[in-house]
């Protein structure tokens, strides 16, 4: 009799153990050993794989997470989101401050050649790159009709990919979480945070160690955003004096939606001329259509990329700065948002090229070590997803979640025109926080990298000068520089 009670007391406990944590066999089966491309030994452990949302039919959320180098016990786990809507987190895994960087122009057995990125945000943080929302990356649903997605609904959903990631990797669930991302992922993070943070209040299990949050080259409203063009076009020395004053007098500082014939036509002239720029790096050069530059390779590029051109010298892993970020060349507006691929069946969209990473995650081989199922379909950096703004302007949310003692970096390349920094300079500002470190220079490696001011409520702005849209493909270190000591608390 005791045996048989010491007996149902162990299946008891099994299966408590199991309602815990159902998933446990999930990380070791997520485990990346290699991966088709690089040579070398990993210098933390990798997982990728799927964390599936209930449906009829389920939801599959694509997931890489990369263990920290450094202490992955206690350095803070991060959430890396890229925008869009409708762009794959590859590319911040891949060309930003993933663990591998693609090497110049090289190449093995067919596949694009990766080294170590001596500046991986991996160094100092645990990181998780999640294709989002379902549709994007590799991320999949067998109804292809739930690739109808909405700011509100895909925050929803990245909550419940959090709780469920935290279940199968419950060893993290003590470490500091914050969430980071780029471009629309200024609509992403903050309504994300703000679910997670009613989600720690309500109890919901598991509770989640949210401390705060990152976002670069964000958009945030619509009249921030839709009135820093101008400006920053002046600034930069790419107008002249006589179009900005005139600019300003037809338009009267309302410059993006403006009913005034007037003002339509002086903005029209000043489009003319920076038509040519590349809008996500003033200083980077643009290429156009016509012939794809390396004809060696030309059998390896998609059908899809063969019609975009040169650059005017090249740059040697990918020539494109377009792919990710909203707006295109324009605020984000209440509504359905056109989606990258729309976009360019359109308007003839420079600047645009993603063919190693395009290559490397259709690799059959890669696809394998990394987990991904074959139902994903063929990965894109965009895909053509319908999506609806529909939380308006992020002004309300920085400001709950920053006066409820959540901390906030706000970033910006300070060359990007897509999203200037002269928008979230302003809108930082509009918050009323009181100045608590005045407008100073930051130095990365002994040089001046950019300039930042810090606010009560434990708000920065801050800028990399030099940068574009995606600053740690610009200025890799200096990006390493600001992210660690801001996640340490240290003085940036």
Known sequence: MAMQKSMLMSVLSVCMF???????????????????GFNGTFPSKHYSGYVTLKGNPAKNLFYYFVVSERNPTTDPVVLWLNGGPGCSSFDGFVYEHGPFNFEAAKQQGGLPVLHLNPYSWSKVANMIYLDSPVGVGLSYSPNTSYYVNSDLKTASETHHFLLKWFEQFPEFSANPFYISGESYAGIYIPTLASNVVKGIKTGVKPIINFKGYIVGNGVCDLEFDGNALIPFAHGMGLISDNMFKEAEVLC???YH???SIDCRKTLYKIDSILEELNRYDILEPCFHSGEIEDEK????IPQSFKQLGKTERPLGVRKRMFGRAWPFYAPVEDGIIPSWPQLMRKVPVPCLDDVQATIWLNNDAVREAIHVNPESGEWSMCVDIKYTHDAGSMIS??????????????YSGDHDMCVPFTGTQAWTESLGYKTVDEWRFWKSNGQVA?????YANNLTFLTIKGAGHTVPE????ESLDFFSRWLQGQPI
Do not use: D
């Open 18 to 36: 199991l309602q815990l944590y159902p998933l446990q066999a999930a990380p070791q089966l997520s485990l990346v050993n290699n991966l088709p």
């Open 252 to 254: 009267k500082g309302i």
């Open 257 to 259: 939606n403006s009913v």
């Open 297 to 300: 390779n030309k059998s390896l």
């Open 397 to 410: 949310y920085h400001k709950n979640l920053t006066s409820s003692g959540y901390r906030a970096l706000i």
């Open 450 to 454: 950019g300039f930042l001011q810090e």
């Open 474 to 477: 610009y200025k890799p270190r």
